[in-house]
């Protein structure tokens, strides 16, 4: 199963979505930047696949600017991985399992084991 994660370019620090001033975004190639930051990259037609350590990122990469980009996750390698990128790039990122921005100086506090626990309540559900 996927982690859905939203990346943001804004100048207002986010603290929930609903609030958000998008006269305060960034248009940013995010794509662009996704695929610069890592070395093993699959590319089918606009289709990407980070390849990583114990993790994929997938995405589709359109190469335009936007205010904001959304991914998928694989792997709690990743969410690190994208942690590092956001702390260089200014990025905020949004995790919709758990409808909260992730702490990026503590995502412990908010990130894979809530994605775990967010998981485990789906498989319950069945």
Do not use: C
């Not at 986010?14 to 995010?30: C, G, H, R, Y």
């Not at 794509?31 to 289709?47: A, Y």
């Not at 990025?91 to 990026?104: A, E, P």
């Amino acid at each position: 199963m996927s982690w859905d994660i939203v990346l943001f370019n804004s100048k207002q620090k986010i603290k929930s979505v609903a609030e958000l001033d998008e006269n305060q975004l960034e248009p940013t190639d995010f794509g662009g930047i996704l695929e610069s930051s890592f070395d093993r990259i699959k590319e089918n037609g606009n289709s990407r696949e980070i390849i990583g350590k114990d993790f994929t990122i997938d995405f589709l990469s359109d190469n335009e600017n936007s205010s904001n980009f959304m991914l998928s996750l694989y792997g709690e390698n990743g969410l690190y991985a994208l942690i590092e990128l956001a702390k260089k790039h200014n990025w905020q990122l949004y995790d919709s399992g758990f409808d909260g921005m992730i702490n990026l100086e503590n995502p412990e506090e908010n990130g894979f084991k809530n994605h775990h626990k967010y998981v485990d309540q789906i498989l319950k559900r069945k």
